[in-house]
């Protein structure tokens, strides 16, 4: 049911009640009323007839011509009485037929007139009587009430007619009123109601000059008013939205009650489930945090706690502050990754300790036989120069490890700019296997170059490929058993060039994959260091391939052995080179 519907409806109601129920009185007393009024009016009749009569009699006229006289002018029957009741004239009838008047004398109520009652008329019966003295006669007037009734009917019929047109009008007043006032006042609550449930667009664009048009106009501001304060909300609400969102922090908000209102991408990412409406322990399952939430949702002060969570199957540290808003509104926590940081200085701590061993092992050699020569040893020439070689090949060791070290800390530089330029991959592979040849077949193991169709050149350093390769090629020498065969393969695609290293000795372990190239990180330590490995060549590989915009990755089964693979972008694709590495169906 429409509003406008139950308003016209309630204002036909109201005027038809109205009306019916002022009909219903009017009949009601419409028989006191004109009672009352014939009662007033018989009652000048027959005062008025008394006075003509006195006129009459005065005039010298007799009784009998007064009394008929009176009674044809005033419609009543006028009996002159003596003061026993007998008549002496009457104007109904004349002469002889006097007696008849007899029974019409209200003899008790003349008794009671003679005995001073003040009865100027009464109603007896169908009539109504008065008595007066006049002239020395005694006068009885009777006035017949079946005018008084035909009156009282013609008075009912015409307030019955009356009611029934009155209420036929009203009803069309109330469909008037209907249109001009109900049917507005129907489409004003229709634009409340269209703002109630957010629809600002609606207007009412009144031209009225009543109540109701200055309603819609009011209405026409509150929803402008409402439009440019919602406009400014959602803007602002926007503006945070992408604040939170371009923040690399997971940022949660929580209400008074402590359950989660507002989120941002990265926190997003790090749980399983929609955070918005769970308690902060629901979305990340970690009693410190639900612990900082409580305590800043009761005090006024930040407080900072460090979490490890599981996000992925992977362990991730994050340092959280928690902050409560004003009021108690709810509390605000701010989630920073330090995964890395705390990886960085896993890796610094390894990287002291790795290093620090590396180099105690060759100074403590050096220093051992140093100390051996000059304790005497000098003088027996083979042992002399057999300490002398192990005091040479620690030294070499030593000098090639600080070398790496310089080597990895220019390719970790910042500041190292790796000048690029295109590159004959295929010379400069031909140049690393022809260096390493000799190396190779004091192990009986043959260098393969299998080119896979034409190779472009790359965009790189010719000295950090050269490097790159060399690593990765005496790598595959040194964990190659005797008599195999290192490939070195190469392929394009339309933005990258790759170069592929297999080795076919045993293979690497997953576990071992994601930390290959890491610093002084080795999977076989005592075989690797006996083959006077730094530790460091794969660490070197790894960060000259970022300098020169490309990657390395490895993959290693045991039917196809281990496959070290180079991507480098393509140098006559120079300008699309980050395009066509992204599309690089074949990168790791």
Known sequence: MSPA????RSLISAIATTIGALILALILLEDPLVDYRLDRLAQQTLADALDQIARGLAEGQSPDQVAARIGAETGCRVTFVDEEGRPLADSGVHGPDLDLAA???????????????????VRDGDVRVA??????YLVQLTQSTRTAEQMRSAIRELLVVGGVMALLIALLLAVVLSRTLVEPAGELTRIASALADGNLSVRSHSRRNDELGEIGRALDRMAETLAERVAAAREERDRLRTILNSMVEAVFVTDSLGRIVQTNHALEQLVEVDPRGRTAIEAIPSKKLHEAVRQARKGARPIHVELKIKVGGEKRFFSAQVAPLPEQAGVIAVLHDVTGLKQLDRIRRDFVANASHELRTPLTAIRGFSETLRDGALDDPQAAKRFVDVIIRHTLRLQALV??????????????????????????IGEV????????NERDIQLVFEPTGECPPALASERGLDQILINLVDNAIKYSPEGARVRVRTSATRGTVAIEVHNPGPPIKPKHQKRLFERFYRVDKGRARGEGGTGLG????????????????????KEKGTVFR?????????????EGMANDPTAA
């Open 538 to 557: 794969l660490a070197i590989v790894k960060h000259l391939c970022t300098a020169m915009n490309g990657r390395v990755s490895v993959e290693s089964t």
């Open 103 to 121: 029974p019409t004398v209200r003899r008790a109520l003349l008794r009671r007139f003679l005995q001073g009652a003040p009865i100027l008329a």
């Open 131 to 136: 008595f007066g003295r006049v002239g020395g």
């Open 566 to 578: 180079v991507v480098l972008p393509r140098a006559d694709r120079a300008a699309a080179g980050d």
């Open 5 to 8: 519907g139950g308003l016209r």
């Open 433 to 440: 296997i022809g260096g390493l040849t000799s190396k190779a």
């Open 403 to 428: 070398d790496d070290l310089a080597e990895l800390s220019r390719a970790e530089s910042p500041d190292q700019e790796i000048k690029l330029a295109a590159v004959d991959v295929e010379k400069v």
